[in-house]
């Protein structure tokens, strides 16, 4: 028996991208745990709930322990003293998030299962077409939306055959689109990647997600997998996903990094943890410089064309700040927006960050080279068969007719990197977590010392001659709970004298606000002049922050 023939969806709107000024489209996302929900459930709902950074009064508050099918847990206040506002923030979101259940689909475990049983189908047919042809990514997201639509119209025949009722074209929609960002995007993820503001997303097990916002705020999602199997499932399709760079996540490989489409970066954690762990990082300001940042408050007048005239005078700088979000690798896109367009520029990264390859228009000639696992036995180098580390794209990427080589985050083994890139001469750039900018020498002498064969002599040696300038970032947090990132600290980097390798200088230090003032007359400010620099903004002691 031949069903009625469906409506062609190739006409409505569920692969466009979505309009940037509006919340991301409510697709199809859950809410099941392992076991059953037990929360209430309202007429109502708003897909996310809303954080109001209000504070609980002070005293004990019981803590909370992530568990699948919950919520995430707070952090109670301590005994006898204030009460953090966050504790207030994150009771609030619970009940806010338990009082809204969302559209049905959301908790739909059978439309999750129709969604992953048709998923298979169609990737088995995306497989065999591209077996005999080459496509680019447009072509093959063309592709794609064919073959979705010939699977949804294959099941629906198959279920009026049976006898059974078939599908609405609204119930085809949801399906479509759920397929299409299983395939192409990143699945129940999407409609959380789409949300704007956004900007750490963290994901643990089947409890609901936790977003957190560019400016502090904190909100719940519904969870995106049904089961812990099922994330897992779907972190080892995305690790599968990108032929050129595959990575393995499993028992015995249980850490994951991914790069994924739209500069989201994605770490992943299982089989070490009780629940699944995902951590995912946006990358929201796409095109920045120091002008921007100046405006927004990060740098003032006299940071903004004092670093900009550092860059250009190819002066070595590390930028750091504490922890994540304290706004490094945008500061560091900034400065890589000083650089003259059409300098040959090499960026060595573990997972993309910089995508300074994705701006022609401020840089015309980008070698992007990042590391590679490897996989099998160890051979004689030390190295899995096929990896490809950071001293390797830098030695390589000397080959392209580079002139200046950028090594992104340094975390740990890629200080020889840093250190190669920057004895170049040609000025380089880095990123690195510390407390405070003299605290970055140590922690680059002894990430040198840990990851390497240098010693502490040799290392600090290279510290004072490879780094010019360190540059930190600090993050105020309000009573509101809102973040306001701002540079604190300059420190110019030169050799010590017997007994002391390094020697630093406040060339800008925190003024009485915490925000960077100028200091100390750096040693090279006639190679800045020489930049344009005008050596009179030093002379406005107070900064000039707040200038319009």
């Known amino acids: 028996m031949s069903g009625p023939d469906l409506p062609d969806l190739s006409s409505l709107p569920i692969f466009h991208d979505a309009d940037p000024a509006q919340p991301g489209p409510r697709r199809p996302g859950n809410g099941g745990g392992a076991g059953p929900d037990r929360r209430p459930t309202p007429p109502q709902n708003t897909w996310t709930a809303s954080v109001e950074q209000t504070a609980r009064p002070a005293g004990p508050q019981p803590a909370r322990t992530p568990q699948p099918g919950g919520a995430p847990g707070g952090n109670g206040a301590s005994s006898g003293g204030a009460a953090s506002p966050w504790v207030g923030a ?19 475990a059978e439309f999750w299962r129709q969604v992953n049983s048709l998923r298979g189908e169609v990737s088995s047919r995306l497989t065999t077409a591209l077996s005999t042809r080459e496509l680019d990514e447009e072509q093959r997201e063309a592709l794609g939306q064919e073959l979705i639509q010939q699977v949804v119209r294959d099941h629906n025949d198959a279920l009026l055959s049976g006898g059974q009722r078939s599908w609405t074209t609204e119930y085809q929609v949801e399906v479509t689109r759920a397929l299409f960002d299983a ?29 957190l916002m560019g400016d502090g705020r904190r909100t719940y999602a519904e969870p995106i997998a049904d089961s812990d199997a099922e994330l897992i499932d779907f972190l080892q399709f995305l690790a599968s996903r990108d032929p050129a760079n595959e990575r393995s996540f499993t028992r015995a490989n249980p850490f994951l990094n991914l790069d994924l489409p739209g500069r989201v970066r994605l770490a992943a954690v299982g089989w070490v943890v009780p629940w699944p762990r995902v951590t995912i990082r ?30 250009r005078a190819r002066k070595s700088i590390v930028v750091s700040g504490q922890g994540q979000g304290s706004g490094k690798t945008t500061l560091l896109r900034a400065l ?25 228009e401020k840089h015309k000639r980008v070698v992007a080279l990042r590391t590679r696992e490897g996989s099998g036995e160890m051979n004689t180098s030390g190295r899995r068969v096929g990896e490809i580390n950071t001293n390797v794209n830098v030695y390589e990427s000397l080959r392209h007719n580079i002139s200046r080589v950028i090594v992104g985050e340094v975390r740990g083994p890629e200080i020889v990197s840093m250190f190669q890139a920057m004895q170049m001469g ?9 407390d405070g900018a003299r605290d970055v020498v140590e922690r680059l002498v002894g990430m040198a010392v840990q990851d390497s064969t240098l010693s502490e002599t040799y290392a600090y040696r290279q510290v004072a001659q490879s780094v010019d300038l360190i540059v930190f970032l ?23 004298e017997a007994g002391n390798p390094v020697a630093v200088t406040d060339v800008f230090q925190p003024g009485p606000d915490g925000r960077a003032v100028p200091g100390v007359t750096p040693s090279f400010l006639a190679d800045l002049e020489a930049q344009g620099f005008d050596a009179g903004l030093l002379n406005y002691r107070d900064g000039l922050w707040g200038e319009a």
Request: with cysteine.
């Open 183 to 211: 395939l192409f995007r990143l699945g129940r993820l999407q409609p959380l990647i789409d949300t704007p503001d956004v900007e750490n997303i963290e994901i643990t097990g089947t409890a609901p997600v936790l977003m």
């Open 426 to 434: 040609n000025g380089s750039l880095s990123t690195v977590h510390a």
């Open 336 to 360: 890589c927006a000083s650089l003259d367009p059409w300098e040959s520029i090499a960026t060595i990264e573990t997972d993309y960050e910089l995508y300074l390859h994705l701006e022609p």
């Open 474 to 496: 600090r993050v105020d947090v309000g009573p509101d709970g809102l973040r306001t990132r701002y540079v604190s600290e300059v420190i110019e980097v030169t050799r010590g």
């Open 282 to 311: 946006l990358q929201r300001l796409q095109s920045v410089d120091l002008e921007l940042l100046r405006r927004n408050g990060t740098v003032d007048t006299v940071l903004a064309e004092f670093l900009g005239a550092a860059v």
């Open 90 to 108: 994150v009771a609030r979101a619970e009940r806010e998030y338990h009082g809204q259940p969302g559209n049905p689909r959301l908790r739909d």
